[in-house]
């Protein structure tokens, strides 16, 4: 009995051993099952995102192109020049560098560069090119003082409304000129005690008035009775003057021959001055010459005469002798218009804005050093084109 207890113990123990390892198995079966199954159901839900994502992306995309094709869309220029730009950062093969660029532009792409200017007002609305009904062809400056605001609200009714109206202030008033329907249009430089050049020089550089045909760089103490600006141009047109000025009216203030106004003439390039004063009939004072109380220059002569401006001498004095280097031939394109003339008043007006210096009255001292400033201008000259010419002889490149 006993062996037969054992041996269906053991049968019993292999039954059940074999019975737990087709249920281990099943079990682990139906767990793999259920997994694949868990695994395909995430997998499909993923690309149902993916899918979702894509789908309202390609919406945007859509919508957005739609709204593109009813609103002003971007130049492709604009959109390659971008990509350009974030390319730079990372490859300097990209990097823009134009050397006939201004001087520290080169940097810049010529299309965006704007290297000159003007003085048209604009308005601070709507679009630009709807600003200007009108484009000034000309420029006329006046350095002036409000106690001779008279004089000059009668000399701009001699201007019409195709030229650019400039004041330099030497007296600090530029408020007070409110009261002039045109001083709304004009352009009004306050900066106390300084003459007319010193403003000519720092306001009115080549590339700022560029816009302008002609320049008219007056004194405030001239009488415009017979004057007529547009006509004034006609003639100067006319007789190819690059630079020019009005003849004066003889009264007993005229300094040279040269812009003394001529009976039964238009236009006069020449003249006859005190023996001895003249090396060559076609050199100042005879010919190639104005004074600088009311010159008139092209926008072609002001460039040159514009650089023999010096900063620090502000009168003007020995320039006169000198604008002959700014056109070619001097003696052809440099006149006086007789039949457009003015009166040179001469009231005294900067020179009161001086002060007391070495004993002398304000005005006194202004005039000596107008006279002063004359001697330095004809030597700073000399000694330039003396330094030019010695490089020259010697092969040196002038600088």
């Known amino acids: 009995m006993t062996g037969n207890n054992h041996h269906n113990s053991g049968i019993g123990r292999r039954t059940s051993d ?3 390892l087709v249920v281990t198995t099943l079990l682990g079966l139906s767990l793999g099952f259920f997994l694949g199954i868990s695994i395909e159901s995430l997998s499909i839900s993923k690309y149902s995102v993916v899918s979702s994502l894509s789908s309202s992306v390609n919406m945007a995309l859509i919508d957005s192109s739609r709204f593109s094709m009813n609103t002003p869309s971007k130049p492709r220029s604009s959109l390659n020049a971008q990509r350009s730009v974030e390319r730079n950062g990372s490859n300097d093969s990209l990097k823009i560098y134009v050397e006939s660029n201004p001087p520290g532009a080169e940097s810049l792409a010529p ?42 609200d009668a000399a701009l009714k001699k201007f019409s409304k195709d030229f650019t109206i400039m004041l330099f202030h030497y007296d600090g008033r530029a408020s007070e000129w409110e009261q002039f329907e045109w001083s709304q249009r004009a352009v009004h430089v306050s900066v106390r005690k300084q003459a007319k050049w010193w403003y000519a020089k720092r306001f009115l550089h080549p590339d700022v008035v560029a ?104 009168h003007g004095w020995g320039l006169d002798f000198a604008l ?13 218009v007789d039949s457009q003339w003015i009166v040179h008043q001469a009231i005294p007006s900067l020179g009161n804005q001086g002060e007391s210096y070495g004993g002398k009255t304000p005005w006194v001292a202004v005039r000596e050093r107008c006279k002063l400033e004359w ?25």
């Open 18 to 20: 074999r019975f737990r």
């Open 111 to 152: 299309g965006i560069i704007v290297s000159e200017s003007d003085f048209y007002l604009r308005r601070l609305w709507g679009d630009p090119a709807e600003d200007l009904p009108t484009r000034p062809k000309y420029l006329v400056a006046f350095a002036v003082g409000f106690d001779h605001s008279k004089n000059i």
């Open 211 to 314: 816009a302008y045909d002609y320049i008219f760089v007056w004194d405030e103490d001239l009488g415009l009775k017979n004057f007529d600006a547009e006509k004034y141009l006609h003639l100067v047109k006319k007789y190819n003057l690059e630079i020019s000025q009005p003849a004066l009216e003889p009264n007993g203030r005229l300094s040279w021959q040269m812009t003394k106004k001529r009976g039964h003439s238009e236009v006069h390039k020449d003249t006859s001055e005190n023996p001895g004063w003249c090396v060559d009939p076609h050199l100042p004072p005879c010919a190639a010459f104005v004074e600088m109380m009311a010159p008139v220059f092209s926008r072609t002569a002001w460039r040159c005469v514009w650089h023999m401006l010096q900063n620090d001498l502000v």
């Open 324 to 336: 002959s280097r700014c056109v070619e031939p001097a003696y052809m394109k440099i006149g006086v």
């Open 375 to 399: 001697s330095w201008f004809q030597a700073r000259l000399a000694k330039a084109e003396r330094s030019y010419f010695r490089g020259t002889q010697n092969g040196q490149k002038p600088t």
